[in-house]
């Protein structure tokens, strides 16, 4: 069935530090793929997102690549804040079931001064 | 932000109790979807709506109803809430299913079954 598969957390990274999570996917279809943030206490906001492979998203100075080749959808970001600590979910949507999200594990993100 | 909005945002009951979880929206989105989160687990989808009365099952259904009278109410139903149910709830929105169109969410709502 269809998957997403992100790196475990938690990561823990010093303030201007380059931030990569890895996020790998499976899919019959041809997915769109997502990047949500979730900060403490809320509700998930979209990131990013990408509808076909070689699509680039970006987002606050975060990106992700589509890669069909590799299956992946990298999220990086150059020089993290620690107003970027959070969750971080990766999500594939395809056109069926009512066009459903299915979600990574989710990456926790902690980012110290 | 989207307009949407959970009741209750916090609730503890016990088990065996029916509980009714409320996600309204004022964007007239068609789909609306309920999900849960757990730990390692991400989110996954329990019942989703792509219309006024229609309704279909996702993943970890079981235990679940849903119904939707109106557009812009989606309700969650826990027939009997056991220890298995306690969890944080989401709603989410999106006016396509298409693949490329992305989901709103709500607040969450944390659940607490004792």
């Known amino acids: 069935g269809d998957s997403v598969t992100q790196m475990e957390g938690p990561v823990t990274l010093s303030e201007e530090a380059f931030l990569t999570i890895n996020c790998t996917y499976t899919?019959?279809?041809?997915?769109?793929l997502f990047w949500y943030v979730q900060y403490p206490g809320e509700g998930l906001q979209l990131l990013l997102k990408?509808?076909?492979?070689?699509d680039k998203g970006s987002n606050k100075g975060f990106e992700a690549t589509y890669r069909k080749e590799t299956t992946s959808f990298h999220l990086e970001k150059g020089s993290v804040q620690v107003s970027d600590s959070a969750v971080y979910f990766c999500?594939?949507?395809?056109?069926?079931?009512?066009?459903?999200?299915?979600f990574g594990q989710g990456t926790e993100l902690s980012v110290k001064p | 932000d989207a307009g949407i909005t959970q009741s209750p945002r916090h609730k503890v009951t016990e088990t065996g109790t029916p509980v009714t979880l409320r996600c309204h929206q004022t964007?007239?989105?068609?789909?609306m979807y309920w999900y849960r989160q757990d730990p390692g687990h991400g989110l996954r989808l329990i019942h989703y709506?792509?219309?006024?009365?229609?309704?279909d099952k996702g993943e970890v259904s079981d235990g679940y109803s849903v119904s939707r009278s109106k557009t812009e109410d989606f309700l969650l139903t826990l027939e009997s809430a056991t220890s298995s149910q306690t969890s944080v709830y989401f709603c989410?929105?999106?006016?396509?299913?298409?693949?490329?169109?992305?989901?709103?969410f709500g607040p969450g709502t944390r659940l607490t079954v004792t």
């Open positions: 989410a929105i999106s006016e396509s299913e298409v693949a490329g169109h992305e989901q709103y």
């Open positions: 899919a019959t279809g041809y997915p769109s």
């Open positions: 990408a509808t076909k492979a070689d």
């Open positions: 999500a594939l949507r395809i056109y069926n079931q009512g066009g459903k999200l299915i």
């Open positions: 964007e007239n989105h068609r789909y």
């Open positions: 709506s792509y219309g006024v009365k229609d309704t």
